[in-house]
């Protein structure tokens, strides 16, 4: 693998801060996080858009808890290993599961408005994995939204804690395994800022925006998972992306996402003869977990010779679906399609990461003073497919973690970044690069060769062409948001497709047509690269 150029600093000159902690993002992990460290110390929030820009934000289906009386973590636990297929690390998916129930019930007390049932209790919604109803929602199908706002809220109020809008983390500021802060753009004026920290906190999100064909909106590029690398720390379980089986598809919309609980609440995907297909693929039909259905769209596609399949909601009743997907509703009427009576066209996106910056159980990387949470992780909760609604819970328990061990680190003396320079890896060029037609090549090439089904060709094909574009796009120095994201997704590809190559069987998210078995005497473990496996 092959380094990018990193412009050339003079430290000194360039504009500095000093909180206790800084942390990246702005999504349910790094607003969980700041405002358990802002206690008893300053943090500064970093996020490369408007405040509340995150894929948090667009969380449909709800939050995972054991909540009800005739549910219990451990039926969560059970549940969450069996989807996560043999690599979920069991003590991990225990704090999620027990730490949760709580958490949820902080953010009621904080105002989210959770949607109840005629007898005031919370509403809880099924989706595919799950054993029992257990996904508490809010405002019907716009969960991440009203939790985003209302911890954004608490945040906004807090005296400790600053919002840097529009500034993008270009990369860690680290030298000999510690990290001392970050560097940051303004995007509005290209202007760099060095950020020196006590405790670094990146909870950056996932990887969707390397995939043509993705539920995740533009922010998501991988850029903490890209960092993280460079400064020395662990990724793990690259291989596993998921697909989530229901994106609207019409020519020149969005990859919106139809949540799956519009399936948990009765929905039924037809193929395009307008026969249901999912029983002849699993027992739990529309309800078996993401990878399932996702793997027999495609071969009901193929079998079709169709481009989609269809979800139809239209034998349930009409009213009970206004109330519980009233944002899906509308976003379909732009294309004047009415959910409850029409079929509508879906097929699979990527949605989400289960890979990432290798984590413990107290959110520590293998980098010193360097934390992270959420989705940017492998935090070991979501082994080879996450159970759907685990991950906003994911984000706010150990994100909570990251908050209190950044606490913890921002009581010791303030660290100086040893450097008085950034020095350039290698000699720049100065070519001409159409940033957007490199960005939307490697989005086609990664659907292509690392999406639901892969083989060996395909991917070693693709590796090459990774190469040839890295040889001219790494040595570009980029003063523009965009020209940063693409070398972070070209980075993040690569690991994607280079771990989905080692990985010779077929396991949850990661299936391969010329391994199409499980092989746990040979891979029941976690695929990892450090960037000093390259040097
Ligand atoms: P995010 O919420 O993605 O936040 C990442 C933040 O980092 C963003 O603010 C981004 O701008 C910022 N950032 C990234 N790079 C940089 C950089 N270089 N510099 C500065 N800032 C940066 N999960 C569920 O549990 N339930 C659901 O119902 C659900 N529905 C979903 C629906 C959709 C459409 C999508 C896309 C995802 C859904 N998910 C759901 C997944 C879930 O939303 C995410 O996994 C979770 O919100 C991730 O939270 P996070 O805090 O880790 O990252
Ligand atoms: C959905 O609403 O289908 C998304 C849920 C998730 O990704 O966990």
């Known amino acids: 693998m092959k380094e990018r150029y990193l412009l050339e600093l003079d430290l000194r000159r360039v504009p500095s801060l000093a909180p206790d902690v800084v942390m990246c993002g702005s999504g349910i992990a790094a607003l969980s996080a700041a405002l358990v460290a802002a206690e008893n110390a300053s943090v500064m929030l970093v996020t490369k858009g408007q405040a509340l820009e995150s894929n948090t934000f667009y969380a449909q289906g709800g939050i995972a808890a054991a909540l009800s009386e005739d549910d219990s973590p451990e039926n969560h636990l059970q549940d969450t290993l069996n989807v996560g297929c043999g690599l979920c690390d069991e003590e991990a998916v225990r704090k999620l599961v027990t730490e949760g129930p709580d958490l949820v019930r902080q953010l009621i007390e904080w105002g989210t408005p959770f949607d109840r049932a005629e007898d005031d209790r919370l509403h809880l919604t099924l989706e595919g994995g799950h054993g029992q109803r257990r996904v508490a929602h809010a405002n019907g199908d716009a969960t991440g939204r009203a939790i985003e706002q209302s911890i954004a809220a608490r945040v906004r109020e807090h005296p400790n804690i600053t919002f840097l809008e529009n500034h993008f983390a270009i990369d860690l500021l680290h030298k000999d395994g510690v990290c001392y802060g970050l560097l940051a753009l303004e995007s509005k004026t290209a202007r760099v800022l060095k950020i020196e920290a ?294 993040c590809s690569q690991l994607v497709i280079r771990s989905a190559l080692r990985r010779e069987e077929s396991r949850g998210a990661h299936q391969r047509r010329d391994f199409p078995e499980t092989d746990d005497a040979r891979w029941k473990q976690h695929l990892t690269y450090n960037r000093k496996e390259f040097e």
């Open 198 to 491: 006590k405790a670094t906190v990146l909870a950056t999100g996932g990887l969707g925006q390397i995939y043509r064909e993705t539920t995740n909106p533009d922010v998501t590029t991988g850029d903490g998972m890209a960092m993280a690398f460079r400064a020395g720390a662990t990724v793990q379980d690259m291989e596993f992306v998921q697909f989530h089986p229901t994106t609207l598809y019409v020519a020149g919309a969005r990859r919106f996402l139809i949540s799956e609980a519009v399936r948990g609440e009765g929905a039924w995907l037809l193929n395009e003869k307008g026969e249901r297909f999912m029983q002849r693929y699993d027992e739990r039909a529309e309800l078996a977990s993401r990878d399932v259905v996702s793997r027999a769209i495609m071969l009901e596609m193929e079998a079709t010779g169709s481009t989609n399949v269809y979800l139809s909601v239209a034998h349930l009743d009409a009213k009970m679906i206004r109330e519980r997907f009233p944002n899906i509703l509308e976003a379909l009427k732009k294309y004047r399609l009415d959910l409850t009576k029409d079929r509508i066209p879906v097929r699979p996106a990527c949605h989400y990461t289960m890979g990432g910056v290798r984590t413990d159980l107290h959110a520590r990387t293998d980098v010193h003073r360097l934390l992270a949470a959420g989705e940017v992780t492998s935090c070991g909760v979501h082994g080879a497919n996450r159970l759907a609604s685990n991950s906003l819970l994911d984000g706010l328990v150990f994100g909570r973690e990251a908050g209190k061990q950044a606490l913890a680190l921002a009581q010791e003396p303030q660290p100086t970044f040893p450097e008085k320079k950034v020095q350039p890896i290698r000699g720049k060029d100065e070519i001409p690069i159409d940033v957007d037609d490199v960005r939307a090549s490697l989005k086609s090439l990664n659907n292509r060769a690392a999406g639901i089904v892969r083989d060996r060709e395909t991917m070693a094909n693709a590796l090459r062409m990774l190469d040839f574009w890295q040889n001219y796009v790494y040595s570009e120095e980029f003063a523009t948001t965009k020209g940063l994201e693409l070398q972070n997704m070209l980075g």
